[in-house]
């Protein structure tokens, strides 16, 4: 047993360049999973240019450009959290990661008012306002649910990946030779990042 | 399994894998374990128990159709029966299937790798599997009964039907989900972990095909992960995506379903292409022929065939020039293919062939991929297609492919490398008498669907016209013989495990891959120390010329 084991911790192997290259293609697949949403919305768009137009005059730009906003700034305190662990500045690192935890809660609280709004006029899937209202923007609207309830999730995800990280971090496990976890946390965090990016303009600017 | 973990077979000084000690001991140290060989195997036993339940479906819906009219159940059943027999075979045994089972075992033997890139979510992986596997067949026994759909889940019915869509959907989900998890791990062994002097174009030919498979699988799965997933929130809630009541647009499902469902079929085929092009020049002892056009077939079979969805829908309204291009896109999948067929028969010619069991299946697969891949080119054809869409012409078809072509690939590796893996012989009579009767209890059950289809039967019916009579009694009579071989077979091989002889010989059919070249059964590491890759993978012509040399001087 005692041999065995030893035998095992010998051959522990890290390689971060597979690490990496493993969360890219993870990150492939995010992209073709939210792939499909996009090509049904430019199908949809292109069906009802002028439904989609009249429904996105209903959601409120300020508060979706706030949140870009907030995105944004997460994802630099993101990179900025790896760029530290790699100087061996642990706390600033963890202080860093702990920002970017509060700037996407902050997000989804936003989201959180935003979906409540328009459930208050009525407007959610099912709902007899939205039924009554035409094919098109009855698209939109599910469309918006689906998607951004997506990213939403993906959102969560993150949150709880960077808290994970957060403790490692203090633990130790995250060091300034041993952060491709950190790092691949933060490619995950770009990517739910860069989908917003794409999600804003498709709903909020199009009118 | 504890049969399987207290089978010895070590020899020299290191335990093999099946003795291997690890943290955990017994069922734990299997189920725990992240050496790719013990995950290999529980896939293999996992998957062997889903196929067993898929035939048994697909047996009692051939009983059914053995005379018109009711003969076992009813409709609704029959129409739950299909379904579950398209679902359990698709998702739970011809997709992971060969990559799953030898994929695991022998991908990071056959490049000289320890494990795969990542052990640990290759167990993930198995666990996914089980899990979304027991969720399939769970919707039988609750309320509301299995999804009456077909595997395909078309909408709008799919989001109509009262019976439990919902939970054979998130199935799928979780099932792809594995599916991407598998291929992500194999794309980065295979980049990463080759071993020293191991080129790409000094891979064993099935690294190639479970390596063109490993893309598909990560860039075509995650389109159904979503669709699916969409069908269900539309069930939930009603968003009216695909809800043409709505106006959401039910073919937009069908583009998004084949757009995965399509290059899948390659996924399920590639590796077993791979088996085919690693057993013909073992038994065959002959290099095999145009190494590179084999290997870069299988890359460009990847590319076309994500190009090719739209086939499936030549009825279900397209432009013509949306017709134009993915017929012709169609017969152009067809040149790879047909170069890979030219290929291993090429190398069979003046090789000196030996009909062991594997080479049997071999040239089972080669006859009845060619069958069920000339049809397809036929369908292709758009005049010929209106005629045999969704008549049992395409069901021919697609198990002359899958079942012919993977499966009998299936049995090919299973056969080849048993051995290998479980450090034990079958019986080889045996195993050539079960391979006849599959292969003729095969054609007896699925040719008749290829002149009945022409003639108009449509698939997926329960009642027929008496003129199809005798067609679907061969047809059943036919199955009766397939799973007397499958049984057969089956008995063979656990029989074997428990108590047949014996094998420690290194390199029991004289291969040159590395997997012959490492104890049987492997140690737990595969390999005593890093080997270091000199020559090309199938060198079987210099071989005889050195043994000749020897004979002669």
Request: charged fraction near 10%; proline fraction near 4%; avoid cysteine.
């Amino acid at each position: 047993m005692s041999t065995n084991e030893s035998t095992l911790v010998e051959h522990v192997h890290r390689d971060d360049v597979g690490s990496r290259m493993g969360m890219w293609l993870f990150l492939f697949t995010e992209l073709l999973l939210f792939g499909g949403m996009f090509l049904l919305y430019s199908v949809y768009k292109f069906q009802y240019p002028d439904e989609f137009f009249l429904a996105a005059k209903e959601l409120n730009t300020i508060m979706g450009a706030f949140n870009t906003a907030v995105l944004l700034t997460s994802s630099l305190t993101m990179a900025l959290s790896i760029v530290a662990i790699q100087r061996n500045q642990k706390v600033l690192s963890m202080l860093l990661q702990m920002v970017t935890i509060f700037l996407a809660l902050f997000f989804l609280v936003n989201k959180y008012f935003e979906w409540s709004a328009k459930f208050s006029h009525g407007i959610y899937p099912g709902s007899e306002e939205l039924l009554s209202k035409s094919s098109g923007e009855i698209l939109f609207f599910g469309l918006y649910y689906v998607m951004t309830g997506l990213h939403g999730i993906h959102v969560l995800v993150g949150i709880f990946l960077i808290a994970v990280m957060t403790r490692m971090t203090r633990m130790g496990k995250i060091t300034h030779d041993n952060y491709v976890r950190l790092e691949n946390t933060g490619l995950y965090w770009h990517l739910v990042d860069i989908i917003w990016i794409f999600l804003f303009p498709l709903f909020y600017l199009i009118t | 399994m504890s049969t399987v973990a207290a089978a010895t077979g070590s020899n020299g000084h290191e335990p093999s894998y099946l003795d291997y000690k690890g943290k955990h001991s017994g069922i734990l140290g299997w189920i725990l374990s992240t050496d790719h060989k013990r995950i290999g195997i529980l896939y293999l036993i996992s998957l062997s128990l889903f196929f067993l339940v898929g035939v048994g479906f697909g047996f009692l819906m051939r009983l059914e159709l053995i005379s018109p009219g009711r003969t076992i159940m009813d409709p609704q059943t029959y129409n739950s029966f299909f379904t579950l027999h398209g679902v359990i075979m698709i998702f739970l045994f011809v997709v992971p299937g060969i990559p799953a089972v030898f994929g695991n075992f022998f991908l990071p033997i056959l490049i000289g790798a320890k494990d795969v890139a990542f052990p640990r979510i290759n167990l993930l992986s198995w666990y996914l599997y089980v899990f979304g596997g027991l969720l399939a067949i769970v919707a039988i026994l609750l309320p509301g009964g299995p999804a009456d759909t077909g595997w395909t889940f078309y909408v709008p019915y799919s989001i109509r039907t009262n019976t439990n869509v919902i939970i054979a959907l998130l199935a799928a989900f979780i099932l792809g989900f594995s599916s991407i998890l598998t291929g992500l791990n194999f794309v980065t062994t295979v980049h990463r972990l080759k071993a020293p002097g191991m080129s790409w174009f000094k891979l064993p030919l099935s690294v190639w095909g479970l390596y063109s498979t490993a893309w598909v699988q990560v860039l075509a799965t995650p389109i159904i992960g979503i669709t699916l997933l969409l069908v269900a929130i539309e069930r939930l809630l009603g968003v009216g995506i695909f809800d043409p009541a709505l106006g959401g647009d039910p073919v937009l499902y069908q583009h998004l379903f084949w757009i995965y469902s399509h290059p899948a079929v390659y996924i399920m085929i590639l590796p077993a292409m791979g088996i085919v092009s690693e057993v013909i020049p073992v038994f065959s002892r002959r290099t095999i022929f145009g190494y590179k056009f084999i290997a870069f077939s299988s890359v460009a079979i990847a590319l076309f065939g994500s190009l090719v969805w739209a086939h499936h829908m030549f009825t279900a309204g397209m432009s013509d020039t949306g017709q134009f291009v993915f017929s012709l896109l169609t017969m152009l999948v067809a040149i790879p293919s047909a170069i890979k067929v030219f290929n291993w028969v090429a190398t069979l010619y003046k090789g000196s062939i030996d009909l062991a069991t594997p080479m049997l299946y071999v040239l089972a697969f080669i006859f009845l991929f060619t069958i069920g891949g000339l049809t397809g080119v036929m369908q292709g054809v758009l005049s010929i297609d209106i005629q045999v869409h969704d008549t049992s012409f395409i069901v021919a078809h697609f198990h002359y492919v899958m079942f012919g072509g993977t499966g009998f690939g299936f049995f090919a590796a299973l056969h080849y490398w048993f051995p290998k893996m479980f450090g034990k012989m079958y019986n080889r009579k045996t195993a050539k008498t079960s391979f006849w009767f599959l292969f003729i209890g095969f054609n007896l059950l699925y040719f008749p669907m290829f002149i009945m289809g022409w003639l108009g039967m449509p698939r997926r019916y329960y009642d027929y016209l008496p003129e199809f009579h005798s067609y679907h009694l061969i047809s059943t009579i036919g199955s009766w013989i397939l799973i007397i071989g499958l049984l057969l077979m089956v008995y063979n091989l656990y029989r074997a495990i428990r108590k047949g002889k014996v094998v420690t010989e290194k390199n029991v059919w004289g291969g040159e891959t590395l997997e012959w070249q490492i104890d049987t059964p492997p140690i737990h590491e595969n390999f005593s120390e890093v080997p270091v890759i000199e020559n090309d993978p199938y060198q079987y012509k210099m071989n005889e010329e050195i043994l000749e040399k020897e004979e002669t001087s």
